[in-house]
């Protein structure tokens, strides 16, 4: 058995490197080109991203989610998260090391499940950073709920012929191509009836009717966009697997960004603690330091005690698909979303109040912190449906009692120990008069 909490000694110095190189060198890209993360590179930030980008794949640490035979290292899921938790911290940090969401999600899949043509044609470009790419799943009408889809998919020779409108399709603006889940037998159930697709941008009917931003994002971000697909023709090895897969692979797809999306909140919630305590030590107030301020002490208390074990929650779910698989983690991973969400919310409330007004504005990341915590309360799903699944998971691990009183009554109890141990015993306590 082996269950410790240590790193070995050369992984850790490639996180000590990795922690160094964010803070020094890739967390002043947010100032020098704010909210440019998802835009192509114009020839002055390449100047700058591009050496860093070497960089990292000079340490070997290029493409950490994904296996030496796509280019990345085959780190394993404990080892990714020991990472992304330090590449949290800056929005330009996962763009450096080539982890962007949705690019890593998309990534995955088409690896999993596409043809050489298809790896050639999109993988390579997204594996070297310079294209990016749109998962485009959710519907004005719905989106946790996948049997509410009316975007719809037909053969026409050999051709598909996909028709509808998808929302909150991220980066559609900049993205050199689309995964498109629409229903291609609305006969059967959906987990059987839905597909997947590969469309290149510009495709003829492909069109971007609006694009919205979160609050606080910058005019020129990419945001998410209303995409019509309005009789978009593909040719048939457009498919990514086969007819009727759409829902397995939008499930592999959602799982492992979910955890991502854990993994990098541990590192965004624990830089707004580290603002919070340095902030709480440096302002003084009514004759001392905010940090003898015993409701703050309880701010940077609370903060940590939940950031900790959600950090942990996060690594054990990492360890169970290491060890078992992915299938093995869906409770696990479930929760990770769940309290994600949470804690960033929290922390981050925590955060700006410590700092005062100047924690409300645009000069500091804390508002960011809460914001995130709010759209990743939504986004890969929303929070109340992750607790019906996780809910429904837990529930059939437990059968129901067939009996009138719980199990655990203490009457029940003690009559069980009297059966098994009576003859060893001279008295088994009775149950006390009620008052």
């Known amino acids: 058995m082996s269950w410790d909490f240590s790193t070995e000694p050369e992984f850790q110095h490639k996180l000590d490197w990795i922690r160094d190189f964010v803070r020094q060198e890739v967390e002043p890209l947010e100032v020098l080109f704010p909210g440019c993360e998802f835009l192509p590179l114009n020839d002055e930030r390449r100047r700058i991203v591009d050496p860093l980008k070497q960089r990292v794949r000079d340490q070997g ?18 080892k990714l998260t020991l990472i992304n938790e330090i590449l949290g911290r800056s929005p330009w940090a996962p763009i450096v090391f080539g982890t962007q969401a949705p690019d890593t999600g998309n990534a995955e899949i088409i690896a999993r499940f596409g043809t050489q043509e298809q790896k050639d044609r999109y993988l390579t470009g997204l594996l070297s950073g310079e294209i990016f790419s749109c998962f485009s799943m959710t519907e004005p009408q719905g989106g946790a709920d996948p049997r509410v889809f009316r975007t719809r998919a037909f053969r026409d020779g050999d051709d598909w012929v996909i028709s509808g ?40 009917g492909l069109i971007i009717e609006a694009t919205h931003h979160l609050v606080g994002a910058l005019p020129h971000e990419p945001g998410h966009s209303l995409v019509h697909y309005d009789g978009v023709r ?99 991973i479930g929760a990770c979303k769940i309290l994600a969400s949470q804690v960033l919310k929290s922390i981050g409330l925590r955060a700006i109040q410590v700092h005062g007004a100047l924690g409300t504005t ?69 149950l006390p008069d009620s008052p």
């Open 61 to 78: 640490l290029w493409a950490p989610h994904l296996g030496p035979e796509l280019g990345g290292q085959g780190f394993g899921a404990v």
């Open 234 to 332: 593909v040719p048939s090895d457009a498919l990514l697997g086969e007819p009727g897969q759409g829902f397995m692979i939008l499930q592999a797809r959602l799982a492992g960004g979910r955890l991502h999306h854990a993994m990098r909140s541990i590192g965004l919630a624990q830089r707004a603690v580290e603002m919070m305590a340095r902030r709480a030590k440096s302002r003084f107030t009514q004759g001392s330091s905010l940090a003898d301020k015993q409701l703050v002490q309880a701010f940077i208390a609370d903060s940590y005690t939940e950031l900790m074990p959600f950090r942990l929650a996060v690594l054990h779910a990492a360890w169970l698909i290491d060890t078992a698989g992915e299938h093995a983690a869906r409770a696990e």
């Open 362 to 430: 645009d000069q500091l990341p804390l508002v960011n912190v809460l914001l995130g915590g709010v759209a990743l309360g939504l986004a890969d799903g929303p929070t109340e449906a992750h607790k019906v699944n996780l809910a429904r998971l837990l529930l059939k691990g437990y059968e129901a009692e067939d009996a009138e009183w719980p199990s655990e009554l203490l009457d029940i109890r003690r009559e069980a120990a009297r059966t098994k141990y009576g003859d060893l015993v001279d008295r088994v306590p009775a």
């Open 165 to 204: 409108r998808k929302y909150f399709s991220s980066n559609a603006s900049v993205a050199s191509f689309f995964i498109v889940v629409a229903i291609t037998d609305p006969d059967v159930p959906v987990h059987r009836g839905a597909s997947t697709f590969l469309v290149p941008a510009g495709t003829e």
